[in-house]
C-alpha cells in the first residue's frame, strides 16, 4: 500500500530542491471539509489523509471522500518509501469494523477508502478483519461507495478472495514501483509478481469488482519503465490507475532522485488511456485516492 505521505514540504537532508511545478497552493477548506474534520476529531478516527498532511484533503473531503487506516498503526513490513511505523503490532480490536461503520456513518461520506498496514503476523494476514469492516459499512452505509487499498495478504488467494468478496466497489493494490526497482524499493516479502497476481485474482473471482494500482516516480525509474508496468497492470485488467510523484518523508527513507515534470506525467496519462484504463489519474500531487469518489461517479452517470 501507499503510505507516504508525499505531501510533506520539508526538504529533507541530501534531497535535490523541489522544482516551481511542487509547490502548491492550497485551497480555503469548505464547510464540508470542517465539518470532517471536527467530527473525525472528535470521533478519534484516524484518516490517512489527515495524518499525511495531504495537499488534496481539503477537495476530496469537500467533496465527501476521505481515507481510513485499519489494523493499527504498526505495519510488519518496511518498506522504504514508507513512514508509517514498522514493528511487532498490537492484537486487533474486534470492534473495529463496528466503529468504523458508526463513524462513517456519523460522517456522512458518500466515497470512502479503507486501507491498513500489513499483518503478515496474524493466520489470515489480517483478510477476515478487512472483510469485516467492509460488511460492517456494506450494513451500516448501504450508499455508501467503498474503495479499499489492500496489502498483498501474503499472495494466498483465499485471503484475497475473502477481501474481493466482502462487498467492496474497488480493489486497490499498489505495485509502487517499476519492476527493477522493486527489491530496492519495497520490503523483501513483497514483490512484483505477487502484486500483480493479488490484482488479477481479485478480478477473477469478482468480475464486476474495478481494481486499481498506483505507481510512485521519481525513484530513478525510466519513462519506458512505467509503460510496461502500464502494460502488465492492463494484462492483468486493472482498470484505474493513479500515478504520483515519490517524496522523501525522513533521512531513513529513500532519497528522492528525480522529479518528473507536469509534462511527463501528461504522456502517462495519455499512454494509460490508449492502454485501455478506465482512468488514469497522473500528475506531482496525485495520490493513491486522489479524487478517487468524483472520478468513480462519473464513470457510473
Not at 75 to 81: K, Q
Not at 269 to 280: A, I, R, T
Not at 288 to 300: E, I, Q, V, W
Request: aromatic letters at 8%.
Amino acid at each position: 500500500m501507499s503510505c507516504n505521505p508525499l505531501t510533506k514540504t520539508q526538504l529533507v537532508s541530501g534531497d535535490i530542491k523541489k522544482p516551481s511545478w511542487m509547490k502548491l497552493k492550497i485551497a480555503q477548506p469548505g464547510l464540508r471539509y470542517k465539518k470532517i474534520r471536527s467530527l473525525s476529531e472528535k470521533l478519534k478516527l484516524a484518516t490517512v489523509c489527515a495524518s499525511a498532511m495531504c495537499p488534496n484533503i481539503g477537495e476530496c473531503w469537500g467533496c465527501g471522500t476521505a481515507t481510513f487506516m485499519i489494523m493499527g498503526g504498526t505495519c510488519t513490513r518496511a518498506c522504504r518509501f514508507c513512514n508509517v511505523n514498522h514493528g511487532k503490532p498490537g492484537p486487533l480490536d474486534e470492534d473495529e469494523p463496528k466503529k468504523l461503520a458508526q463513524a462513517i456513518k456519523t460522517l456522512g461520506l458518500d466515497y470512502a477508502v479503507i486501507t491498513s498496514v500489513d499483518r503478515d503476523d496474524l493466520k489470515d494476514a489480517g483478510s477476515a478483519h478487512f472483510a469485516a469492516c467492509i460488511k460492517a459499512l456494506r450494513k451500516s452505509c448501504p450508499k455508501l461507495i467503498i474503495e479499499v487499498l489492500t496489502p498483498d495478504f501474503c499472495g494466498v488467494k483465499e485471503n484475497i478472495e475473502l477481501v474481493a468478496r466482502a462487498g467492496a466497489h474497488v480493489f486497490g493494490h499498489n505495485v509502487e514501483t517499476v519492476k527493477r526497482l522493486q527489491k530496492s524499493v519495497r520490503d523483501f516479502r513483497a514483490n512484483y509478481k505477487q502484486s500483480l497476481f493479488v490484482l488479477e485474482y481479485a478480478k477473477k473471482i469478482a468480475p464486476k469488482i474495478q481494481t486499481k494500482s498506483s505507481i510512485m516516480v521519481g525513484l530513478g525509474e525510466k519513462p519506458e519503465e512505467v509503460l510496461e508496468a502500464m502494460k502488465d497492470l492492463r494484462a492483468a485488467k486493472v482498470d484505474f490507475l493513479t500515478i504520483g510523484q515519490y517524496l522523501r518523508p525522513t533521512a531513513w527513507n529513500l532519497k528522492v532522485v528525480e522529479y518528473v515534470t507536469p509534462e511527463q506525467f501528461e504522456w502517462y496519462h495519455k499512454e494509460g488511456l490508449k492502454l485501455g484504463f478506465k482512468y488514469v489519474a497522473a500528475g506531482p500531487f496525485v495520490r493513491s485516492s486522489y479524487k478517487a469518489g468524483k472520478f468513480y461517479k462519473n464513470l457510473c452517470k
